[in-house]
C-alpha cells in the first residue's frame, strides 16, 4: 500500500484503522485493486513515476461520517481527495492533485433531498449523478429540467465545483453559477452552510442566493476549501415547445456582425438555447451537426467535395480571401452557419424567431433555414433523433468520440483539454485562430485548421482543444511540453483556461499573475487560516498548504 507523502506508516495505519471506525470496514478501500479504480483513465502520465495515484479509498455514507474521517485527517495530518461522483475526464478524473493522498469518496451520498416542482429547485448530495436525478423527476412525472453536461454519469456538485457547463438556457448552463446554496465541512470537521442556509430554519435555502453578509460560494469551486455535502440547484420548468433555425452568411468577415447580432439576442433573451456555430465552407460542423453524425452511425462529417476548395482554403490561412468569399456565394455554400434555439411557448419561439431573422437580414445576403419544431416533452422518436443534453435528458453518446469509427479510425486512449476564454466577437475568433494556428505549427499540433469556439458562457467564447492522451511516454510528454507551452502563448494574448486537469493546475494558476499574483497570495492566506495541515485536496487549482510551498521553495 502506498503512504501519503510525509506521513509515517504507522501513523497511516492507524489512520486506516480509524477510518474503518468511522465508515465500516468494507468502506475504506487499500487493495491495490480497489485504489486503481481511483486512477484516472485519461491520465497524461499513464506509465509514468509521476502519475497520479491515490493511496486509499474512503467512502462514507453521511455528513457526520464525512466530519469524523475529515477529523481523523487533520488529526494525522493525512491528505485527503473528495470526489463526488469522480467522473471528471479529460480534467483529472478522480485522481488526487498530491499523489498519494486518500480519496475521499462521495458516492454512497447519493439522497436527493428535495425537489420542489413549485418554485424549480433541487437540494442534493454529492453521490446523486444526472442520471439519478432526471430519473426521479421522471418517476414523479415533475415538469422539470435538468441542465446536464454531455456525459450523464457525473454529478451536479461535482460537476458544478469544477465549473462545468450544460446546454439549456443561459441561466441554467453555467452549472456553478445556477446553484443556490450550499453544505460544506471544513477541515476540522465544522459544517458551514452558506447563503440563506445559515439561517437557522431558513426556509429560503434554495431560493435566495446570497444571503446576507459576503457572499463566499465561489471559494468552494475550484479550490480545496472545503468538502461540500449538500448543494441546491435551480431547475429548468419543462417549456411548452422547441424550435430552432439557422442563421447563414455568405462571407468571411461577415462572421462579425454575426456574433454581434447574436450576442444581442443572447443577452436580450430573444433567443434562449445554446448558439451553435459552424462553417459549411471550411467543413466544419455545428455541434448539432457533428453529434447527429455519430448518433446516426459516425459517418464523416461531408465537406464540400470541389477539389480547387482545400487548396483555396490553404492559401486564405483563415483570413479573409476575396476568392474564397467568391467562391462561397458563387456556389451557394454558407461561410458561416448559426443555429438558434428557442425554448418557450410554441408562438413566442416563432415570434423570437422572426425577430431574430428581422435582426441577421441587416447582414447582405444572408439566408434562413428553418429548423426542428417540437411540441414537448419529445416523443420516443423524437428523443432518438435530438441531441439530449439539449432537452434536459443525460445521456453517455458523447463517448463514442473517442470510440473507434470511420470518423476517428485510430483513436487515443483519452485526451486532455484545453480550453481557454475568449471575447465573444468575431475579430478575437479571427486573432486566436492566428496565434494558435501559428504556435500548432511550432509545436506540431493537430490542430492546424481553422477552428470554432464553443459558446456554453454567456458573455464569452470558450476554445475546446483536445489533446490526445495515448499509451506512448514520449508522445505524452511532447503533449504535455505543448499544452503548457499554448497556456503560455494565450496569457500572453490575453487568454487564460477556464479549468484544467491537475498536469496543468500549477502552469494555469501561474499565468493569474495581476500584482504579483496578489490573487494566488490571497488564496493561499485563506487555505493557510482555514486548513493548517493542508489535508484537504493539496494542490487543486494550484492552490498549496503551507508545507508544501515551503518544502518546494
Ligand atoms: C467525452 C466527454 C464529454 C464531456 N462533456 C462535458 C460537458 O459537456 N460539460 C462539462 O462540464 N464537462 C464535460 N466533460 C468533463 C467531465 O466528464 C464532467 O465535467 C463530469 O461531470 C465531471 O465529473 P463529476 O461530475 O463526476 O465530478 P467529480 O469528478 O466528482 O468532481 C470534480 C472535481 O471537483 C472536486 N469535488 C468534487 N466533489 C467535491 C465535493 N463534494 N467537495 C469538494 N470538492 C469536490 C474534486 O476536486 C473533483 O476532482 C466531458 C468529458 C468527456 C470525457
Known sequence: MKVPPGISANDFAEAIKQFEE????????????????????????????DELVASAAVAPDGVEQVQKVVRIANHYKVPIYPVSTGKNLGYGGSAPVLSGSVVLDLKRMNRILEVNERNAFALVEPGVSYFDLYRYIQEKGLKLWVDVPDPGWGSPIGNAL??????????YRNHFDSHCGMEVVLANGEILRTGMGALPGAQTWQQYKSGFGPWIDGMFSQSNFGVVTKMGFWLMPEPDAYLSGTVVVPRHDDLIPLVNILNYLENTRVTNGMPDLGSPLLGIPMLSEFVARFDQGSTPFERPQDPELPAMIAKAGGEASPELDEYAQRKRIGYWNCKLSFYGAAKANAANWAFAKEKFSAIPGVKFEEGESYKLPLTPEQREKVHKPQFGIPSL?????????????????????????????????????????????????????????????ERSFIFIFAFPVLRDVEANKKNRESFKRLIKVAADHGWGEYRTPPAFQDAIMNTYSFNNHALLHFHETVKDAIDPNGILSAGRYGIWPKHVREAKS
Open 22 to 49: 468511522a465508515v465500516g470496514k468494507e468502506w475504506v478501500f487499500t487493495s491495490d485493486e480497489d485504489v486503481a479504480m481511483y486512477r484516472d483513465a485519461y491520465s497524461p502520465f499513464m506509465g509514468e513515476p
Open 162 to 171: 469544477d465549473r462545468g457547463g450544460g446546454y439549456l438556457m443561459p441561466q
Open 397 to 457: 453518446s458523447m463517448f463514442s468520440i473517442g470510440a473507434r469509427s470511420a470518423m476517428n479510425p485510430e483513436p487515443a486512449s483519452g485526451h486532455m483539454w484545453f480550453s481557454p476564454i475568449i471575447p465573444r466577437t468575431g475579430e478575437a475568433i479571427f486573432e486566436a485562430n492566428r496565434v494558435f494556428a501559428q504556435a500548432a505549427k511550432e509545436f506540431r499540433l493537430p490542430f492546424l485548421n481553422f477552428n470554432l469556439p464553443s459558446t456554453y458562457w
